[in-house]
């Protein structure tokens, strides 16, 4: 929708992940061959379960499933982290939450650049997880002081990009052509570039330090290392990714399978080799590098600061089981102590929902005055469960490991920086679990007015 002449964040937002499902799409064909797995899946889910069908349609999920994505990308410095930032703010995007990767050996700290608003959500849940490098991580004195100086001189969004960026903050937004200009040109700087900035050498430092920071450091731009299409069984999809000659990771990541969904659960194709061409470098002999994959991702149900508590415990309880026992194992054990069905989650406190009135009874207001719980237990007000937006750090980790090999530090043991990412940042992030309470207490106030 557009209003005085500017197109809004959501349409803009809109334009910009479809342009780069397509160039994702272009840059790695096997992109496309997980999309149609996931679109199979997922009608195959619909056709299987109509109530599913009914809860997503009535949620206003169901139009949402097949344009919903997620992206990730890497970002070398304080001045890149604080520029996207407002970039992202053009499209309707907003700093989510604060993830520490480097409790599982991976140099960066991370939020997650999304809307934030009931609205926005409906329209298009388009969001990036965006990581910092960790320069700081690096023992190597003189290797951090190489990787600066590099992150210094390049320049990642195009002049006309920046332009346009401080042209929509001080005119309240950007006109329909305008729009789209910006969204070409912020598609530049996620493009991905097939020549290394720096020598064989240089590459080869960086990268014996981190896969990562070699992935970071080298290149022109920080390219788009996935998208991720959404599907409602990942396991169907996990399972039938090697028929289609795509190579799944090992293991899901995330909570174990169960009959309500929890937050998020996440899998992926392998990385791809890619061949690189190294600055001042013979271009017949190229050298390989290995970034790029495709990732899935389930979400369930956002759970409470107390829910969150939970799961967090009986997460920490399936990581300290024996080592003979298989970790899958370990971790379906364990939450067996969670609720697996909506009513409980809700009753206990665990899971966040969205209120509304079914429409029934309720003519004379006599029934809008008994309890809340009386009410749905006869079907006056139905509670939906609130989808989980956001992400988790262990997941996420592990994500990243797995496509990044699995030499190197295991742990920097607990380096969280949140202070120090949101100076660079030039802005606080998000409580994300705050937005779900808010979510759910504006449900709740309307049933009250009504």
């Not at 803009?12 to 999309?35: C, H, K, N």
């Not at 097939?194 to 990268?207: I, N, Q």
Request: aromatic content about 6%; overall charge positive; proline content about 5%.
């Amino acid at each position: 929708m557009e209003t005085t002449g500017f197109a809004d964040g959501d349409e803009i937002r809109t334009r910009f992940s479809r342009r780069m499902s397509e160039m994702y799409r272009r840059e790695v064909p096997q992109y496309g061959a997980l999309l149609d797995l996931v679109a199979d899946v997922n009608a195959a889910a619909l056709r299987r379960d109509p109530s599913l069908r009914e809860r997503l349609a009535r949620a206003g999920e169901l139009e949402r499933l097949g344009v919903e994505r997620h992206g990730a990308i890497r970002l070398g410095s304080a001045g890149e982290l604080a520029t996207m930032r407002r970039v992202f703010a053009v499209m309707g995007m907003q700093p989510v939450g604060y993830y520490d990767l480097s409790i599982a050996g991976v140099p960066v700290h991370a939020t997650a650049f999304r809307p934030v608003d009931d609205s926005s959500l409906a329209r298009n849940p388009f969001r990036v997880f965006t990581s910092l490098l960790r320069l700081d991580l690096i023992e190597d004195a003189g290797l951090r002081r190489v990787a600066t100086e590099i992150l210094e001189r390049r320049r990642i969004f195009t002049p006309r990009l920046l332009a346009l960026v401080e042209r929509a903050e001080g005119q309240g937004g950007l006109a329909g052509t305008e729009a789209d200009e910006l969204v070409a040109e912020a598609l530049q700087t996620f493009r991905w570039h097939s020549a290394a900035t720096v020598d064989k050498a240089t590459y080869a430092r960086l990268h014996d330090a981190h896969r990562l920071v070699a992935d970071v450091v080298c290149f022109k731009g920080p390219h788009i290392n996935h998208l991720t299409p959404r599907t409602l069984d990942i396991d169907a999809v996990q399972a039938a990714m090697p028929a289609r000659g795509i190579a799944a990771k090992t293991v899901i990541e995330g909570p174990p399978p169960r009959k309500v969904a929890l937050l998020l659960r996440q899998t992926s194709f392998k990385a791809l080799e890619e061949r690189i061409a190294f600055a001042g470098e013979d271009i017949r002999a190229p050298g390989t590098h290995t970034a790029r994959f495709g990732e899935i991702e389930q979400r369930g149900v956002a759970l409470t600061r107390k829910g969150r508590a939970r799961y967090d415990a009986l997460l920490a309880r399936a990581r300290r089981g024996a080592s003979g026992q298989d970790y899958a194992g370990r971790l379906a054990g364990a939450f067996k102590d969670f609720p697996d069905d909506l009513p409980t989650l809700r009753r206990e406190g665990l899971a966040f929902f969205r209120y509304a009135r079914t429409g029934r009874g309720n003519r004379d207001g006599v029934s809008a005055r008994l309890p809340l719980e009386t009410q749905i237990e006869r079907g006056l007000v139905r509670a939906d469960p609130i989808v989980y937006e956001d992400f988790l750090p262990v997941s996420a980790a592990g994500i990243f490991q797995s496509n990044l090999g699995e030499t190197g530090p295991r742990s920097y043991a607990g380096n969280a920086a949140q202070a120090a990412f949101e100076q660079a940042l030039g802005a606080p992030v998000l409580d994300e679990i705050a937005l779900y309470e808010a979510a759910q207490a504006r449900s709740l106030d309307a049933l009250a007015q009504r």
